[in-house]
């Protein structure tokens, strides 16, 4: 078959779950230690860094590479908080600056690296994937059934609908995943279809506090749940694109982000488990490959026939925005679905302007006259009950829903999120307002400005009602966050490859979390509707694991290939499918490659592409020989190898 290197272009949600093994090759610290007494010592000014060594330079005196990662920190050795093993080899330990420089030197370690924050990049969306009960893809690959996905992400909440194992089979019995049993989750929650969950960092458990990971999970493998919605919006049955799949969660992340030691330590975890596939929903800065600890990792997980599903981040549309970019992962951008919210606002001067809206309560004010008062709607902003009582605040700065709840305390009548900028381009995202409010899209934010400008007095008027809409707006789109092309590193590999629903899905949601993500809403919803390439990529996941399912022999880059070669240029309706980031009263243009990669994925197609492209570790290690690194920064990647144009084991 042909080199797939020369060609490569670049996730409702599949449940997320974290695996422990008793077999695993990461061990994380004993975190009962500390209730113990026996608290780690470390300097205040220490850090954590990742240290990845070559295994094959072990000192032969050592019997394992434990005790020799002991002798290198001798005194200090009680500092280690992971060692890894599958996907790479080393170890994160507390270190001082000057003690990581030391470390840097010693004889068998390969380079060190601080640790640092990573942050997080449905009822309608299988459907509009052409995926269908009674033929094609799903019945085609069995829904997906027995094939693991490990998520790597903020936790998990079990008990949601969309994780249950009605009708389920036992997991393989080659699984070597486990779930925790901690405070606050007892291991029994997990089941034949949660078949692990796991913890890293200062986490107890697997639970999710904060927003978005239960979401990623449903999203991509969840049980069918018959009647699901928010605040009766988006309403019908829910399916993950993989249905009958298994999910396991590692648990590496929580709202502030997730550090780079501990989402290492979780891909680590999943290979050794024995995931099939790995979905990762967030991304942090473009580095050279040998730089960037997440391509060395993930490189180790398609070495050992792990498919890798990452975001490509939420910076559109600007150029080169694109991250998780090298040519063994495959990276997915956002499009929109045919499904909208639709709210109106009528302007003092008669022109009606539609958004978008999860408000609940359907009323219409007619021909009303509400002032209208603008404001940045931060947090130490002008929301004072002089400025804003009685009034609908206009949020120049397309802020979310949670703002809300500052305009209702300063006795706001409303609010309306309209950023004239390009940001949100006229792919709007629906937001769950805990009062009259509405979003809309860069252009309907530019003429709300204008009017706003031209007249001494604004008023307005809101409609809402509370109608879910489908089939009728031109979709997919490129949504204006979704991060572009060209890759930075290497501009001859496509990325994105492939584009996923991404906008206004519906997903299982935390019951620790509100649905505006502000701690003043009270609300708690079994189901969100979130937008992000962190809900495209568990799609892409999903179809992944049907490939799997279907030809389970097929390598990692093959399943690439199938979803690339197949994937669409056209709409629903047979047109060129367009980007929303186009700039503010530009004619709609049709989405390039760099927005849309190869396109639209097609579940169907991808079942039986009739030609795959594969790649092996040569493959690759050529490929990274053609960026002048030096053998040092190759043997990050492929510990034997001796120079660039020899051969190594694949």
């Known amino acids: ?286 580095e050279a490959f040998y730089d960037d600890l997440l391509a060395v990792a993930t490189f180790g997980a398609e070495r050992r026939g792990v498919f890798v599903v990452m975001a490509g981040g939420n910076d559109g549309p600007k150029a080169s925005s694109i991250t998780n970019v090298a040519p063994w992962m495959t990276t997915v951008g956002a499009a929109t679905t045919d499904r909208v919210f639709p709210a109106t606002l009528r302007l003092g001067n008669g022109v009606v302007l539609t958004g978008q809206s999860l408000y609940n309560i359907p009323f219409s004010q007619g021909a009303g006259t509400t002032p209208l008062v603008s404001s940045d709607c931060s947090e130490y902003g002008d929301l004072t009950p002089d400025g804003v009582m009685g009034k609908v605040v206009v949020c120049s700065q397309g802020v979310g829903a949670w703002a809300g709840f500052d305009v209702e305390r300063a006795g706001g009548a409303g609010m309306i999120s309209a950023d004239g900028r390009i940001r949100f381009g006229d792919a709007v995202r629906a937001q769950p307002f805990n009062l009259s409010g509405l979003l809309l899209s860069s252009t309907g934010g530019k003429k709300l400005d204008d009017y706003m400008s031209s007249v001494a007095y604004p008023v307005a008027s809101f409609n809402f009602t509370c109608d879910t809409i489908t089939g009728e707006n031109r979709a997919p789109m490129v949504a204006c966050f979704s991060s572009r092309g060209p890759n930075p590193i290497v501009p001859e590999i496509l990325k994105p490859d492939v584009i996923a629903p991404g906008v206004n899905i519906l997903a299982a949601w935390s019951g620790a979390a509100s649905p505006s993500g502000s701690d003043m809403d009270a609300r708690r919803v079994e189901y969100n509707i979130l937008s992000g390439t962190s809900t495209a990529c568990p799609h892409v996941a999903g179809v992944a694991a049907l490939i799997k399912k279907r030809h389970g022999d097929w390598t990692p880059a093959m399943i690439r290939s199938a979803l690339v070669t197949t994937a669409g240029p056209l709409d629903k309706d047979g047109r060129d499918i367009v980007d929303s980031g186009s700039a503010i009263g530009a004619a709609v243009m049709g989405a390039t490659p760099l927005a849309a990669g190869a396109g639209f994925v097609l579940p169907r197609l991808a079942m039986d592409p009739g030609l795959v492209y594969d790649a092996g570790t040569q493959d690759y290690v050529d490929f990274l020989c053609t960026l002048n690194y030096t053998v040092e920064q190759m043997r990050q990647f492929v510990p034997e190898l001796s120079r660039c144009g020899s051969s190594c084991r694949s």
């Open 1 to 286: 078959m042909a080199s797939m290197v020369s060609i490569l272009l670049r996730c409702s949600l599949l449940v997320l779950l974290l695996v422990q093994s008793t077999h695993s090759s990461v061990t994380s610290k004993a975190k009962n230690a500390i209730a113990e007494g026996h608290k780690q010592p470390h300097p205040s000014s220490s850090s954590t860094y990742i240290v990845l060594t070559n295994h094959l330079a072990k000192p032969s005196k050592f019997d394992t590479l434990e005790r020799w990662y002991a002798s290198i920190l001798g005194k200090n050795s009680n500092r280690i908080r992971y060692t890894y093993g599958t996907v790479m080899h080393g170890f994160a330990a507390r270190l001082t600056d000057g003690e990581a420089q030391r470390m840097a030197t010693v004889p068998g370690v390969s380079r060190v690296y601080k640790d640092r924050l990573y942050h997080t990049q449905t009822t309608r969306s299988p459907w509009f994937m052409g995926l269908h009960d009674d033929f094609g893809a799903w019945p085609d690959a069995d829904f997906g059934d027995g094939v693991i996905i490990g998520f790597v992400d903020s936790g998990i909440w079990p008990e949601r609908a969309s994780f249950s194992d009605a009708g389920v089979s036992p997991v393989r019995s080659t699984w070597r995943g486990q779930c925790v049993d901690a405070p606050g989750f007892n291991a029994s929650l997990c089941s034949n279809k949660l078949v692990g969950a796991k913890s890293f960092g200062a986490f107890s458990n697997p639970r999710e506090i904060n927003v978005r990971s239960t979401a990623a999970c449903s999203s991509r493998r969840p049980t069918e749940v018959p009647s699901a919605d928010l605040f009766k919006f988006a309403g019908g049955r829910a399916s993950g694109v993989a249905r009958m799949a298994r999910i396991t969660m590692y648990k590496a992340c929580i709202w502030g982000g997730c550090s780079l030691s501990a989402i290492t330590a979780a891909i680590d975890a999943a290979v050794s488990d024995g995931v099939d596939l790995i979905s990762l929903s967030f991304g942090g800065l473009v």
